[in-house]
């Protein structure tokens, strides 16, 4: 079986943005596992172990869903945490730009992979960079404040111009992620 999932990537100059806010936010004594800047991706959808049998057909399904799908522009813009920053357990910056096109490519992706077996979330889509995961609750009210003061954050804008269908092994000091297809969006610009 193969843990997959489907994202967008982030150019380097993206990453470089993101480091410069995560940069600060990594020196503070807090329980967070704070993720790889070059790690950093916006989740589509989560699979889950996938019999590698099935990746191909994935592909496929995925590319005739996005054939139309014109490329579009994002950025990496504001930061909280889920499920809230009092009780926080998922650090993250979010995006803005295009986002009725983000949505619309998100829909595709779940009525793609719908057929083959994985039904579309039931919660609704919360498009983010997940930046940091917090392992325990001592000393996170200085990190709160300065997730409220990074509200204003805003990252280099981006074009999204293809999905990818990754690969995740999870390791003792953190996920490594391969991409397995890189598949183009169509449609004009």
């Known amino acids: 079986m193969i843990r997959t999932f489907v994202a967008l990537d982030l150019p380097e100059p993206v990453q470089r943005s993101l480091e410069t806010f995560v940069a600060p936010l990594r020196q503070r004594d807090v329980p967070v596992r704070w993720i790889p800047v070059d790690r ?3 989740t589509l959808k989560f699979l889950g ?3 590698p049998e099935r990746i191909k057909d994935m592909a496929r399904a995925l590319s005739e869903a996005v054939s139309d799908q014109p490329p579009f ?3 990496p813009a504001g930061c909280g945490a889920f499920p ?3 009780n926080m357990r998922v650090v993250w910056v979010g995006v803005q730009g295009n986002l009725h096109a983000l949505k619309a490519l998100h829909g595709k992706v779940e009525e793609a ?3 083959l077996g994985y039904p579309p979330e039931n919660r609704p889509f919360r498009a983010h960079l997940t930046i940091g ?6 000393n996170l009210k200085g990190l709160q404040e300065a997730l409220l003061a990074g509200q ?3 990252g280099v804008v981006f ?3 293809q999905v990818l269908l990754y690969k995740s092994d999870l390791r003792p000091d953190g996920a490594r992620y391969t991409p397995l297809h890189r598949i183009p969006l169509g449609g004009p610009a």
């Open 49 to 51: 172990d996938v019999p």
């Open 113 to 115: 992979l719908a057929p």
């Open 73 to 75: 522009r994002l950025q």
């Open 133 to 138: 995961r917090v392992k325990g609750s001592r």
């Open 159 to 161: 074009d999204v111009s």
């Open 152 to 154: 204003s954050f805003e």
């Open 84 to 86: 809230t920053l009092k």
């Open 40 to 42: 950093v991706h916006l």
